[in-house]
């Protein structure tokens, strides 16, 4: 038994150790939160490094690091107008246009703990690799496992029960007002993206986000506008 319980002993530890990577360190948690706050951006030609300097000082507490081994160059001009949207919106158009991507370090006793790095990529919050699996994943595919078992199995044979009455259809959820500015103001700011790439002359990039724009935001104000300029750009 004891021989047991040590063979089992490096999986249990491995087992753990797995757990708590995909947990946030209290550092990574906190800067995640700082992600949610609302900035306003009026940035015309301004270098990446100015830029940096002012989402810490509107964002007290954040650490924004720019990997430049990776090829984030702090002298990247970056054009962004932008009123009280989260940080996130404001890294997510940024990171677009220049072909980069974020994450937030989560290693206890790493001295960069809980800072935000720029770099190259595509990362968005996680390290490539690392993002969260949630529960409810998990959930869905132990439901969809049931469901193949249960097709496999034999049916029996019933009595015809008499047919229920049908239920009502429950009623869609009514969007907020807060969601719909929420959609509005994503789909605008994409659409100003897509319109200063096409500015700098990077035709293929505008139409990517223009794309991404109409299949994101099909209903929002500016989809008709967006439409008209893919279709101008793709002809």
């Given at each position: 038994?004891?021989?047991?319980?040590?063979?089992?002993?490096?999986?249990?530890?491995?087992?753990?150790?797995?757990?708590?990577?995909?947990?946030?360190?209290?550092?990574?948690?906190?800067?995640?939160?700082?992600?949610?706050?609302?900035?306003?951006?009026?940035?015309?030609?301004?270098?990446?490094?100015?830029?940096?300097?002012?989402?810490?000082?509107?964002?007290?507490?954040?650490?924004?690091?720019?990997?430049?081994?990776?090829?984030?160059?702090?002298?990247?001009?970056?054009?962004?107008?932008?009123?009280?949207?989260?940080?996130?919106?404001?890294l997510n158009t940024i990171c677009e246009k220049n072909g980069w991507g974020y994450f937030i370090l989560s290693k206890e006793k790493n001295a960069y703990d809980g800072q935000l790095i720029l770099k190259v990529g595509k990362e968005r919050g996680y390290e490539e690799g690392k993002e969260p699996t949630g529960k409810n994943d998990k959930d869905k595919g132990k439901a969809k496992d049931k469901k193949e078992a249960k097709k496999t199995e034999p049916k029996e044979k019933t009595e015809p029960k008499e047919k229920a009455e049908p239920k009502e259809k429950a009623e869609p959820k009514e969007r907020t007002a807060d969601d719909e500015d929420r959609v509005e103001r994503a789909a605008a700011l994409k659409f100003k993206v897509a319109k200063d790439l096409v500015e700098a002359d990077k035709k293929d990039r505008a139409i990517k986000v223009l794309e991404d724009l109409l299949e994101t935001y099909p209903k929002s104000k500016v989809a008709a506008e967006a439409k008209e300029l893919l279709e101008k750009l793709k002809g």
């Open positions: 038994m004891r021989r047991l319980l040590l063979l089992a002993l490096p999986l249990i530890i491995c087992i753990s150790s797995f757990a708590l990577a995909e947990d946030d360190t209290a550092k990574a948690s906190a800067t995640r939160k700082l992600l949610k706050q609302n900035v306003t951006v009026q940035y015309k030609d301004q270098a990446l490094r100015e830029v940096v300097d002012d989402l810490k000082e509107q964002i007290k507490g954040l650490s924004i690091k720019p990997d430049t081994k990776s090829g984030v160059q702090l002298n990247t001009q970056i054009t962004l107008n932008a009123k009280d949207v989260p940080l996130e919106e404001v």
